[in-house]
């Protein structure tokens, strides 16, 4: 029998080559006894491969490869939990000493933490160096044998022998394992060059000669060492000194600030109370009562009254702060989150399902999301730092992986193909979405499919695909303790300045069962907030979430023209395609709104269904009143996750826990390969209560959508909030809401000047950037909109903050005034001129930045600071119209001179092409021609191939659909124009107006707008 005890995944990064979980089945399939994961400095994959032995019954050993500053690489396995925690610390210490990337702890840190360790000296190494550490570990120290067929192997291991005997150490063999399966060593030779930052052909002895690290079954390594049988035996020594598990782990809550004489519970029960007095003045309806003790009762239980806690203590600040905040997600199911004012939704009024939330017979820990503006989250991060303190308190990592672009061109470099192969590759490698290409893709981007350079490149890309790559900082999520946080997870720096993470995910962490808090940032709050605060300052009304007029008719009438550029959640092309036909009415048609378009009832068929019968032409029925009771809010549909969970326990006869098991196997990531377990008993329990086969396999089709994503009905509410939020603001102060997503760029679908256009059609006087009259944010005059100097390509804000600080009142006198008062650099004064920001004190821009170079110099210690040298007028004349409105685009990204499509108009017009806004008149199944600036390009996994395009031109916005064969006919055009003129039938689905495509050309652009050509759009 044989443990192997020296093993690296991929989670040594760039080393490793083989999944943790690979690894673990490979080692069961072999009949090894145990498997330790050796990775460097690290536990980063370690849950994956727990999780992955505990399923095939597999001892596994908690390990890491240890890098010493001032000593040999030793392999340090976990005996015991004291064990446990001083390797997470040290991992911890190695980490938090050097730059991202690096690690290392001196040998004496890690003699003081020997208790609950043992060590493996996976190498020879100076004996020196070794006596030290192994009289620490005394009994607990062993040398390692390795015979890999490699040049000098016999020499390391009667170099190793002598050490052993030197310092009267035990040894055992191991592999110096680094893929799972021999085949798998081309991948590990490739990860090895994108390491050095080589090709194949140049790496040399960076390689390994041959395949022979690999994990061995354990006859293979008693022949291996034959002459040495007692190092495999003593494997399995080893292994039986290690009995930590990971399941033994315990995650405790801070409990800090609690008034004298409370434990977690009561304090909460205390703050829930007070909150639901201010949730309902009026007072609280026995119905919320029972909600509520149901779920203390629960939290009490579970234990897990330390999380609301730190959750309401982050809301509390925030809210204190005036940074707009709202929790969603399932914790929108929770009356005490309602209470609490961590969500806005309340769930009893709604009937939402606590247990989506929060159930006893599940082991995950619950979720709760709070979003707070994109712009001011750090203070929110910082306030949870400064509080918990860096020991007890770190962001959740993100294990971003290799995909198919980078994938290809990061094989492909290494194989020697040339940059051109590569680029060409990974072009259409974008295209498709992936590395796994059909040779019609590699002939579309010039190369052979059977060329052997292509063929390896591609395989070997597929087979890259999803390793880790680095780790990155998740979102949002906190992970808060009681003690030491290193006790439970090794913590790490982040390459941002002030952030530290731990080395698991949110998959590992909640597989523990070990909670984290969610602390994301929106763009849309961060528009809002910025919108309330313009409309308060500009038209002394005081708005917010809370105060907004509930359901106002002309809200609702607006979002069913599809008029929601801008507007949250709803300004997608599919969004606006659905809202005609859905007509909003009500907040509950806004949540429904919002959870259709989502890959999980697209692909489930429940969008067209529920339009049919929201329309009226499909009757509504429901196989029993239970059913009926669950469905009627959705007309028969099972739209939310809830009702899934639901419909399980009323059709099917499933038990609360099984419906929720349910709920996660069609959300897991492998629901394809979870779900057919669950089909047959879902559709014989419906059977067996009287339900018809038909409906109940209908049914389970239907849930299967959800694994590709779907909302829970808390969630889509939360949304529906901010969308109704936005909407408002659209409709009554389209100015402050123009202003507000202009500051809050980048977010959203549509860029600036797409905003800029749908402001002005609604009736919004927008003026240009003027170092006269801009601040850095756009700003309200006297209802219209003056644009910021922050929309000036390439300024910085200290610049344009130094324009508008401090200006006089009646504007500078002069450029020269402006240079002696800001004391603005030339680069900065010349993107101001050229974007057109000094034409108030020039007269034009051509004379602006004639003016710029004039300047002798524009540094402030100079006698000639801002004086010019010549005051002769610049020689060309003023520009064009042309010339300004692409001067405009350069430098701002919009124009409020002329939309550069109507400078094509009589062009477009030869081309007896239609305008958007003559398209809405244009009667269906018509032959048309429309032409325009492509604005959003989509191609969702949902749609078969299927692009949306939106083209917008003065008059409005065009809807394209370019089938899947036309799109592969002409992707290159489709992809990659600015302007379009397409040609197709006109389709139309009550107000619904798109075009369905036949051919695309780009614009031929005649001799005076050729220069439309230089857009950067």
Same mark, same amino acid.
Not at 452 to 478: D, K
Not at 668 to 691: D, M, N, Q, T
Not at 860 to 874: C, I, R, V, W, Y
Not at 948 to 957: K, S
């Given at each position: 029998?044989?443990?192997?005890l020296?093993?690296?995944s991929?989670?040594?990064?760039?080393?490793?080559?083989?999944?943790?979980?690979?690894?673990?089945?490979?080692?069961?399939?072999l009949?090894?006894?145990?498997?330790?994961?050796?990775d460097?400095?690290?536990?980063?994959?370690?849950?994956?491969?727990?999780?992955?032995?505990r399923a095939?019954?597999?001892?596994?050993?908690v390990?890491?490869?240890?890098?010493?500053?001032?000593?040999?690489e030793?392999?340090a396995?976990?005996q015991?939990?004291?064990?446990?925690?001083h390797?997470?610390?040290l991992?911890?210490a190695?980490?938090l000493?050097?730059?991202?990337?690096?690690?290392?702890?001196p040998?004496?840190?890690?003699?003081?933490?020997?208790?609950?360790?043992?060590?493996v000296?996976?190498?020879?190494?100076?004996?020196?160096?070794?006596?030290?550490?192994?009289?620490?570990?005394?009994?607990?120290?062993?040398?390692?044998?390795?015979?890999?067929?490699?040049?000098?192997?016999?020499?390391?291991?009667?170099?190793?022998?002598?050490?052993?005997?030197?310092?009267?150490?035990?040894?055992?063999?191991?592999?110096?394992?680094?893929?799972?399966?021999?085949?798998?060593?081309p991948?590990q030779?490739?990860?090895?060059?994108i390491?050095?930052?080589?090709?194949?052909?140049?790496?040399?002895?960076?390689?390994?000669?041959?395949?022979e690290?690999?994990?061995?079954?354990?006859?293979?390594m008693?022949?291996?060492?034959?002459?040495?049988?007692?190092?495999?035996?003593?494997t399995?020594?080893?292994?039986?000194?290690?009995?930590?598990?990971?399941?033994?782990?315990?995650?405790?809550?801070?409990?800090?600030?609690?008034?004298?004489?409370?434990?977690?519970?009561?304090?909460?029960a205390?703050?829930v109370?007070e909150?639901?007095q201010?949730?309902?003045?009026?007072?609280?309806?026995?119905?919320?009562r029972?909600q509520?003790?149901?779920?203390?009762?629960?939290?009490?239980?579970?234990?897990v009254?330390?999380?609301?806690?730190a959750l309401?203590?982050?809301?509390?600040?925030?809210?204190?702060?005036?940074?707009?905040?709202?929790?969603r997600?399932s914790?929108?199911?929770?009356?005490?989150?309602?209470?609490?004012?961590?969500?806005?939704?309340?769930?009893?009024?709604?009937?939402?399902?606590?247990?989506?939330?929060?159930?006893?017979?599940?082991?995950?820990?619950?979720d709760?999301?709070?979003?707070?503006?994109?712009?001011?989250?750090?203070?929110?991060?910082q306030?949870?730092?400064?509080?918990?303190?860096?020991?007890?308190?770190?962001?959740?990592?993100?294990?971003?992986?290799?995909r198919?672009?980078l994938?290809?061109? *990061?094989?492909?470099?290494?194989?020697?193909?040339?940059?051109?192969?590569?680029?060409r590759?990974?072009?259409?490698?974008?295209?498709?979405?992936?590395?796994?290409?059909?040779p019609?893709?590699?002939?579309?981007?010039?190369?052979?499919?059977?060329?052997?350079?292509?063929?390896?490149?591609l395989?070997l890309?597929s087979?890259?695909?999803?390793?880790?790559?680095?780790?990155?900082i998740?979102?949002?999520?906190?992970?808060?303790t009681h003690?030491?946080?290193?006790?439970?997870?090794?913590?790490?720096?982040?390459?941002?300045?002030? &952030?530290?993470v731990v080395?698991?995910?949110?998959?590992? @962490?909640?597989?523990?069962?070990?909670?984290?808090?969610?602390?994301?940032?929106?763009g849309?709050?961060?528009?809002?907030?910025?919108?309330?605060?313009?409309?308060?300052k500009? *038209?002394?009304?005081?708005?917010?979430?809370?105060?907004?007029?509930?359901?106002?008719?002309?809200?609702?009438?607006?979002?069913?023209?599809?008029?929601?550029?801008?507007?949250?959640?709803?300004?997608?092309?599919?969004?606006?395609?659905?809202?005609?036909?859905l007509?909003?009415r009500?907040?509950?048609?806004?949540?429904?709104?919002?959870?259709?378009?989502r890959?999980?009832?697209?692909?489930?068929?429940?969008?067209?269904?529920?339009?049919?019968?929201?329309?009226?032409?499909?009757d509504?029925?429901?196989?029993?009143?239970?059913?009926?009771?669950?469905?009627?809010?959705? @007309?028969?549909?099972?739209?939310?996750?809830?009702?899934?969970?639901?419909?399980?326990?009323?059709?099917?006869?499933?038990?609360?826990?099984?419906?929720?098991?349910?709920?996660?196997?069609?959300?897991?990531?492998?629901?394809?390969?979870?779900?057919?377990?669950?089909?047959?008993?879902?559709i014989?329990?419906c059977?067996?209560?009287?339900?018809?086969?038909?409906?109940?396999?209908?049914?389970?089709?239907?849930?299967k959508?959800?694994?590709?994503?779907?909302?829970? *009905?808390s969630?889509?509410?939360?949304?529906?909030?901010?969308?109704y939020?936005?909407?408002?603001?659209?409709?009554?102060?389209?100015?402050?809401?123009?202003?507000?997503?202009?500051?809050?760029?980048?977010?959203?679908?549509?860029?600036p000047?797409?905003l800029?256009e749908?402001?002005?059609?609604h009736?919004?006087a927008?003026?240009?950037?003027?170092?006269q009259?801009?601040?850095?944010?756009c700003?309200? $005059?006297a209802?219209?909109?003056?644009?910021? @100097?922050?929309?000036?390509?390439?300024?910085r804000?200290?610049?344009g903050?130094a324009?508008?600080?401090?200006?006089?009142?009646?504007?500078?006198?002069?450029?020269?005034?402006?240079?002696?008062?800001?004391?603005?650099?030339?680069?900065?004064?010349?993107?101001?001129a050229?974007?057109?920001?000094?034409?108030?004190?020039?007269?034009?821009?051509?004379?602006?930045?004639?003016?710029?170079?004039?300047?002798?110099?524009?540094?402030?210690?100079?006698?000639?600071?801002?004086?010019?040298?010549?005051?002769?007028?610049?020689?060309?004349?003023?520009?064009?119209?042309?010339?300004?409105?692409?001067?405009?685009y350069r430098?701002?990204?919009?124009?409020?001179?002329?939309?550069?499509?109507?400078?094509?108009?009589?062009?477009?017009?030869?081309?007896?092409?239609?305008?958007?806004?003559e398209?809405?008149?244009?009667p269906?199944?018509?032959?048309?021609?429309?032409?325009g600036?492509?604005?959003?390009?989509?191609?969702?996994?949902?749609?078969?191939?299927?692009?949306?395009?939106?083209?917008?031109?003065?008059?409005?916005?065009?809807?394209?659909v370019?089938?899947?064969?036309?799109? $592969?006919?002409?992707?290159?055009?489709?992809?990659?124009?600015?302007?379009?003129?397409?040609?197709?039938?006109?389709?139309?689905?009550?107000?619904?107006?798109?075009?369905?495509?036949? &051919?695309?050309f780009?614009?031929?652009?005649?001799?005076?707008?050729?220069?439309?050509?230089?857009?950067?759009?």
């Amino acid at each position: 029998m044989y443990a192997e005890l020296v093993c690296r995944s991929n989670f040594s990064f760039l080393q490793g080559a083989s999944h943790p979980e690979e690894l673990v089945s490979r080692a069961a399939e072999l009949g090894l006894s145990a498997l330790a994961l050796t990775d460097q400095d690290g536990l980063y994959g370690v849950v994956k491969a727990y999780l992955q032995a505990r399923a095939l019954g597999l001892k596994l050993l908690v390990a890491s490869r240890l890098t010493l500053t001032d000593g040999p690489e030793v392999v340090a396995l976990v005996q015991d939990a004291r064990g446990y925690g001083h390797l997470c610390a040290l991992i911890s210490a190695g980490r938090l000493a050097h730059p991202k990337g690096q690690a290392g702890v001196p040998w004496q840190a890690l003699a003081e933490r020997a208790e609950g360790l043992l060590l493996v000296l996976p190498a020879p190494a100076d004996k020196a160096q070794v006596a030290p550490l192994a009289e620490a570990f005394a009994g607990r120290f062993y040398v390692g044998l390795c015979r890999t067929f490699s040049a000098g192997d016999e020499a390391r291991l009667q170099q190793a022998l002598a050490l052993a005997r030197g310092l009267g150490l035990p040894c055992c063999a191991h592999n110096d394992v680094h893929t799972h399966v021999r085949e798998r060593q081309p991948l590990q030779d490739v990860l090895a060059c994108i390491r050095h930052g080589v090709s194949v052909a140049e790496a040399g002895f960076r390689l390994f000669p041959n395949a022979e690290r690999t994990l061995k079954g354990p006859l293979e390594m008693a022949r291996l060492f034959q002459d040495l049988p007692e190092a495999v035996g003593r494997t399995l020594e080893v292994a039986d000194a290690c009995q930590f598990s990971l399941d033994s782990l315990r995650y405790q809550f801070p409990q800090e600030d609690l008034p004298a004489g409370h434990t977690p519970q009561s304090w909460l029960a205390v703050l829930v109370e007070e909150g639901l007095q201010g949730r309902y003045p009026g007072g609280v309806s026995e119905a919320v009562r029972r909600q509520i003790a149901h779920e203390l009762a629960l939290i009490d239980r579970l234990q897990v009254a330390g999380y609301f806690l730190a959750l309401h203590d982050i809301v509390r600040f925030a809210r204190a702060r005036g940074i707009l905040c709202q929790g969603r997600g399932s914790a929108a199911n929770s009356a005490v989150c309602y209470a609490l004012r961590i969500t806005a939704i309340d769930p009893v009024r709604m009937g939402l399902l606590f247990e989506r939330f929060l159930s006893l017979e599940r082991p995950e820990p619950p979720d709760i999301d709070v979003d707070f503006e994109h712009e001011r989250r750090e203070e929110v991060l910082q306030y949870v730092y400064k509080k918990h303190g860096r020991g007890r308190a770190g962001m959740v990592c993100e294990v971003i992986c290799y995909r198919g672009r980078l994938a290809v061109r *990061e094989v492909g470099k290494v194989l020697g193909l040339s940059l051109d192969q590569v680029d060409r590759l990974a072009r259409v490698t974008e295209m498709s979405g992936s590395s796994t290409l059909q040779p019609a893709d590699v002939q579309q981007a010039g190369l052979r499919p059977e060329d052997r350079g292509v063929e390896q490149t591609l395989a070997l890309a597929s087979a890259l695909e999803g390793f880790p790559r680095h780790l990155s900082i998740h979102v949002g999520g906190f992970v808060i303790t009681h003690g030491e946080l290193s006790d439970i997870v090794p913590v790490e720096n982040a390459a941002m300045a002030e &952030r530290t993470v731990v080395q698991w995910d949110k998959d590992d @962490l909640a597989a523990l069962g070990i909670f984290k808090v969610d602390l994301l940032g929106l763009g849309m709050l961060t528009a809002l907030s910025r919108g309330f605060q313009l409309v308060e300052k500009h *038209e002394g009304k005081h708005l917010s979430l809370a105060t907004l007029p509930p359901e106002d008719p002309e809200v609702y009438e607006m979002l069913g023209r599809a008029d929601a550029v801008g507007v949250f959640q709803v300004e997608s092309r599919a969004q606006m395609n659905l809202l005609p036909r859905l007509r909003p009415r009500s907040f509950y048609d806004l949540t429904i709104e919002i959870a259709l378009i989502r890959p999980g009832p697209i692909l489930g068929d429940m969008v067209h269904p529920f339009l049919r019968r929201r329309e009226g032409l499909e009757d509504v029925t429901y196989p029993s009143e239970e059913v009926k009771a669950i469905l009627e809010k959705t @007309l028969g549909i099972p739209l939310f996750q809830e009702q899934a969970m639901r419909l399980a326990v009323t059709a099917a006869g499933f038990g609360q826990a099984d419906a929720d098991a349910l709920r996660r196997a069609l959300t897991h990531k492998r629901a394809s390969a979870l779900l057919p377990s669950w089909r047959a008993r879902f559709i014989e329990g419906c059977v067996g209560r009287g339900y018809s086969r038909a409906y109940a396999e209908r049914c389970f089709e239907q849930f299967k959508g959800f694994s590709h994503y779907g909302f829970p *009905e808390s969630h889509s509410a939360s949304f529906a909030l901010i969308a109704y939020a936005s909407a408002y603001l659209k409709r009554y102060h389209p100015a402050a809401f123009a202003a507000a997503l202009l500051n809050s760029q980048p977010m959203g679908f549509y860029a600036p000047h797409t905003l800029v256009e749908d402001a002005r059609r609604h009736g919004v006087a927008v003026r240009a950037v003027d170092v006269q009259h801009s601040d850095w944010d756009c700003t309200l $005059e006297a209802g219209a909109l003056r644009l910021g @100097l922050r929309e000036v390509r390439g300024l910085r804000k200290a610049h344009g903050e130094a324009v508008a600080t401090g200006r006089p009142a009646g504007g500078d006198a002069d450029l020269r005034a402006l240079v002696r008062r800001t004391g603005l650099p030339r680069g900065a004064l010349v993107r101001l001129a050229r974007a057109g920001a000094l034409d108030g004190l020039c007269g034009d821009r051509r004379q602006a930045a004639w003016e710029v170079q004039a300047l002798a110099t524009t540094d402030k210690g100079d006698l000639f600071h801002g004086e010019p040298l010549d005051t002769s007028p610049q020689p060309g004349g003023a520009a064009s119209l042309l010339e300004r409105v692409v001067e405009d685009y350069r430098h701002t990204g919009l124009s409020l001179e002329r939309h550069p499509v109507a400078l094509l108009r009589e062009a477009l017009a030869a081309r007896r092409a239609l305008s958007a806004a003559e398209l809405q008149h244009a009667p269906h199944r018509a032959r048309v021609r429309v032409g325009g600036l492509v604005t959003c390009r989509q191609r969702p996994p949902t749609a078969k191939g299927v692009a949306f395009l939106t083209l917008e031109d003065e008059t409005g916005m065009a809807n394209l659909v370019v089938p899947s064969k036309t799109f $592969e006919r002409q992707r290159p055009v489709v992809l990659g124009a600015a302007f379009l003129l397409a040609e197709g039938r006109v389709e139309r689905t009550g107000q619904v107006v798109n075009v369905q495509v036949s &051919r695309v050309f780009p614009l031929a652009l005649h001799a005076p707008s050729r220069q439309l050509a230089l857009l950067d759009l």
